[in-house]
């Protein structure tokens, strides 16, 4: 795993940073927001934002640059608040170089989400998808987590 959280230590390191002390508020925002499953690989250079709500799936690979963003604050310019969205990653996923989650979104199990995708929806499982925004290329049988 690349992330590495102890409660006990109070300290988030990532590989090639800095371990980072976290206070009470964050410990608690981490546990409450983030859910990560068996054997994740996250990218030192992934940006995930879990204040909406984020879970990562067993087996799943997040590759360099990829953003997953669980807020929205476009509606700040129409005098309203951000709103908060979950993202589901299921099992198995692999997310391609530079690609982008949106909020609201939930991926199914065994799914490739190709390099510079903008996922706006939500993917079923076993999908190959890819494009702005991305679409299905294909659907294919593997093996269930």
């Known amino acids: 795993m690349s992330i590495n959280f102890d409660t006990d230590k109070r300290v988030l390191e990532w590989p ?3 371990s980072r002390w976290l206070d009470d508020e964050q410990i608690f925002t981490l546990q409450q927001h983030l859910k990560l499953g068996r054997w994740p690989y996250i990218h030192a250079n992934a940006q995930l ?4 709500g984020l879970e990562i799936g067993d087996l799943c690979v997040i590759t360099s640059q990829v953003i997953i963003l669980t807020h929205d604050a476009s ?8 709103v908060k969205a979950p993202v589901k990653l299921g099992h198995n996923v692999f997310i391609g170089v530079r690609s982008v989650i949106l909020p609201r979104v939930t991926i199914g199990n065994n ?3 190709g390099a510079m995708s903008v996922v706006t929806e939500d ?3 076993n ?3 890819a494009g702005n925004p991305a679409q299905m290329i294909k659907a294919h049988t ?3 987590v």
């Open 142 to 144: 593997s093996p269930t």
């Open 49 to 52: 934002d879990y204040s909406g």
């Open 16 to 18: 090639n940073r800095p």
């Open 123 to 125: 993917i079923p499982n």
């Open 127 to 129: 999908s190959v998808v």
């Open 75 to 82: 509606a700040m310019v129409f005098g309203q608040l951000p």
């Open 111 to 113: 799914v490739i989400i």
